[in-house]
């Protein structure tokens, strides 16, 4: 730097290093906790799982910050926030789960509320009534994730993990069954029922079984699934027999399900594959009929009493049944007729015929079974309507021979064939009671009252004068006895009286003569040869 000469008394500037920054020890524990704090909130934010939201229709025991949400008894989840939904009709529970168990959330797991229920099929829930209620879980099976859930009412009554099938049946109605119904296999519990609703048409039910496993290899695509609640009462030749699948079925309802034998075991049945549910067991394990005759009847009598299903019979054996009452308008006659449609089953009819080529034809081939038919037709074959029950008023179609019936034709150029008919016996005897009545009105009852009358009055008149004759008569004809009896008395009184001598000389009289026919009747005996020639002479 150049000297100054003007400013000798100004002071020089001197050049002076820079001065260090220095960190206070009393900063340092708010730093490490702020580093900490970070950590554990990083942490926390790593291993938290998500949120999810469950909407119930109730919501018993639930409470925010209390309540869990368990898998297998272990918590994996809490309970945050208890609200109502938008339209105030269900309830909105959200719940926080573990990051460990977000895979359990996919599309189709299910929760419900865990609590004490008691039931027909048993109680569930006891453990409940100390821990208080949890919301349960089960895992699906599908790969989609999901965080909004629609929770069950009841817990399901099979879990997805558990070993065996689930199979669908289709039933007209679904009668005494319900969720938790027991399924049998030759009268072992195998399985029950998860679940059942409508068909989309509405025309039946769809039931869900589920067959544990081992069982569920014995259901193969010929199996029969039927209704085995209740008591399944027969009289037969033996009594009276009752069947009876358990005392649970009878109370809460059941299902069953065999394979016929002569059926084989069948290809195994694929996972929920559709079965039929039929109404008993013999309804089910009936053979099903593939040769068919169907025919219409035509009566001239009430059809009540007589419905869909109703069996034909042949001489008291069933061969066929009923699949169509109604009626039918008839254009030549101008009117409205009773109309019955029937099928006959030939293989039932050969099953209570001892086996015959002939008759084995006659029932399969089309012409055999026209001239069969024709001919039975001829000798009165017809068809009548009969009471199978006297109390409730069922009836049936027999088939029988009538030889007096009227003669008949079969036209086979009509669909279906029609079977000439008789009326039944209830008719038969309603229109002879009908004759009856009429002829008795015809009758000139009133004439016959009138005459009835007059002859009642002039036997009255004659019986008052018989009495007065025949009273003095009587009388005079008892007096005439009284004096015989006199006179017989005195006649036979005293010892040496002649009646009592002459009385005891005939019967003297008549002591020989038996004892003379006594002593011929020996002879005779001795000597049965005297009758042709003789008594023999006897030898001085």
């Given at each position: 730097?150049?000297?100054?000469?003007?400013?000798?008394?100004?002071?020089?500037?001197?050049?002076?290093?820079?001065?260090?920054?220095?960190?206070?020890?009393?900063?340092?524990?708010?730093?490490?906790?702020?580093?900490?704090?970070?950590?554990?909130?990083?942490?926390?934010?790593?291993?938290?799982?998500?949120?999810?939201?469950?909407?119930?229709?109730?919501?018993?025991?639930?409470?925010?910050?209390?309540?869990?949400?368990?898998?297998?008894?272990?918590?994996?989840?809490?309970?945050?926030?208890?609200?109502?939904?938008?339209?105030?009709?269900?309830?909105?529970?959200?719940?926080?789960?573990?990051?460990?168990?977000?895979?359990?959330?996919?599309?189709?797991?299910?929760?419900?509320?865990?609590?004490?229920?008691?039931?027909?099929?048993?109680?569930?829930?006891?453990?409940?009534?100390?821990?208080?209620?949890?919301?349960?879980?089960?895992?699906?099976?599908?790969?989609?994730?999901?965080?909004?859930?629609?929770?069950?009412?009841?817990?399901?009554?099979?879990?997805?993990?558990?070993?065996?099938?689930?199979?669908?049946?289709?039933?007209?109605?679904?009668?005494?069954?319900?969720?938790?119904?027991?399924?049998?296999?030759?009268?072992?519990?195998?399985?029950?029922?998860?679940?059942?609703?409508?068909?989309?048409?509405?025309?039946?039910?769809?039931?869900?079984?589920?067959?544990?496993?081992?069982?569920?290899?014995?259901?193969?695509?010929?199996?029969?699934?039927?209704?085995?609640?209740?008591?399944?009462?027969?009289?037969?030749?033996?009594?009276?027999?009752?069947?009876?699948?358990?005392?649970?079925?009878?109370?809460?309802?059941?299902?069953?399900?065999?394979?016929?034998?002569?059926?084989?075991?069948?290809?195994?049945?694929?996972?929920?594959?559709?079965?039929?549910?039929?109404?008993?067991r013999m309804e089910a394990l009936a053979s099903p009929?593939?040769?068919?005759?169907?025919?219409?009847?035509?009566?001239?009598?009430?059809?009540?009493?007589?419905?869909?299903?109703?069996?034909?019979?042949?001489?008291?054996?069933?061969?066929?049944?009923?699949?169509?009452?109604?009626?039918?308008?008839?254009?030549?006659?101008?009117?409205?007729?009773?109309?019955?449609?029937?099928?006959?089953?030939?293989?039932?009819?050969?099953?209570?015929?001892?086996?015959?080529?002939?008759?084995?034809?006659?029932?399969?081939?089309?012409?055999?079974?026209?001239?069969?038919?024709?001919?039975?037709?001829?000798?009165?074959?017809?068809?009548?309507?009969?009471?199978?029950?006297?109390?409730?008023?069922?009836?049936?179609?027999?088939?029988?021979?009538?030889?007096?019936?009227?003669?008949?034709?079969?036209?086979?150029?009509?669909?279906?064939?029609?079977?000439?008919?008789?009326?039944?016996?209830?008719?038969?005897?309603?229109?002879?009671?009908?004759?009856?009545?009429?002829?008795?009105?015809?009758?000139?009852?009133?004439?016959?009252?009138?005459?009835?009358?007059?002859?009642?009055?002039?036997?009255?008149?004659?019986?008052k004068r018989i009495d007065g004759e025949t009273l003095?008569?009587?009388?005079?004809?008892?007096?005439?006895?009284?004096?015989?009896?006199?006179?017989?008395?005195?006649?036979?009184?005293?010892?040496?009286?002649?009646?009592?001598?002459?009385?005891?000389?005939?019967?003297?009289?008549?002591?020989?003569?038996?004892?003379?026919?006594?002593?011929?009747?020996?002879?005779?005996?001795?000597?049965?040869?005297?009758?042709?020639?003789?008594?023999?002479?006897?030898?001085?």
């Amino acid at each position: 730097m150049t000297e100054n000469t003007d400013l000798p008394n100004v002071p020089e500037a001197a050049t002076a290093p820079g001065r260090r920054w220095r960190v206070s020890v009393v900063w340092i524990v708010p730093l490490v906790a702020a580093i900490v704090a970070v950590g554990i909130a990083v942490q926390r934010i790593l291993m938290e799982g998500p949120t999810i939201t469950i909407v119930f229709n109730r919501t018993e025991g639930i409470e925010e910050g209390k309540t869990f949400v368990k898998y297998k008894e272990v918590n994996i989840g809490q309970v945050t926030k208890v609200e109502l939904s938008k339209d105030f009709r269900k309830v909105v529970v959200t719940a926080r789960i573990d990051r460990s168990a977000e895979g359990l959330l996919v599309e189709d797991t299910r929760f419900w509320i865990e609590q004490p229920r008691a039931t027909l099929s048993g109680i569930t829930g006891i453990g409940t009534l100390l821990s208080g209620n949890y919301i349960g879980l089960e895992p699906g099976k599908a790969k989609e994730g999901r965080r909004a859930f629609t929770g069950l009412d009841v817990p399901p009554s099979v879990t997805f993990d558990e070993p065996g099938r689930r199979f669908v049946l289709q039933a007209a109605t679904l009668g005494s069954i319900g969720n938790g119904s027991p399924l049998y296999y030759r009268k072992l519990n195998v399985g029950q029922v998860v679940g059942y609703d409508l068909d989309r048409n509405g025309r039946s039910v769809r039931i869900e079984v589920f067959v544990r496993a081992p069982y569920d290899r014995h259901v193969t695509d010929r199996t029969r699934f039927w209704q085995a609640g209740g008591i399944d009462m027969t009289i037969g030749a033996d009594g009276l027999s009752v069947r009876t699948q358990s005392v649970l079925s009878m109370l809460i309802g059941g299902i069953a399900f065999e394979t016929p034998p002569p059926e084989g075991d069948g290809a195994p049945a694929a996972e929920n594959a559709v079965f039929a549910l039929f109404g008993s067991r013999m309804e089910a394990l009936a053979s099903p009929e593939t040769i068919t005759t169907p025919f219409v009847l035509y009566f001239s009598e009430s059809l009540r009493g007589l419905a869909v299903g109703a069996p034909v019979t042949y001489m008291g054996l069933a061969i066929g049944e009923v699949t169509g009452v109604g009626f039918e308008y008839s254009q030549e006659k101008n009117n409205v007729r009773p109309r019955v449609d029937i099928v006959i089953y030939p293989r039932r009819f050969l099953e209570h015929v001892k086996k015959s080529p002939v008759m084995d034809a006659a029932t399969r081939t089309g012409p055999e079974r026209r001239n069969f038919i024709e001919n039975a037709v001829e000798q009165g074959f017809r068809a009548q309507l009969r009471s199978a029950n006297l109390m409730t008023g069922q009836r049936y179609v027999s088939l029988d021979l009538f030889p007096g019936a009227p003669r008949a034709t079969i036209d086979w150029t009509k669909s279906p064939v029609e079977m000439p008919v008789v009326p039944s016996d209830l008719q038969d005897l309603e229109t002879k009671i009908r004759d009856i009545l009429a002829k008795i009105e015809q009758m000139p009852l009133d004439d016959l009252g009138r005459d009835l009358k007059k002859l009642v009055g002039t036997m009255d008149g004659v019986l008052k004068r018989i009495d007065g004759e025949t009273l003095t008569e009587i009388g005079t004809t008892l007096e005439d006895l009284r004096l015989l009896l006199v006179h017989i008395d005195a006649a036979l009184a005293g010892k040496d009286a002649p009646a009592q001598f002459q009385l005891r000389e005939a019967l003297q009289e008549i002591i020989r003569a038996a004892r003379g026919v006594s002593g011929l009747t020996e002879y005779l005996e001795r000597n049965p040869e005297a009758l042709i020639r003789g008594k023999a002479q006897e030898k001085p």
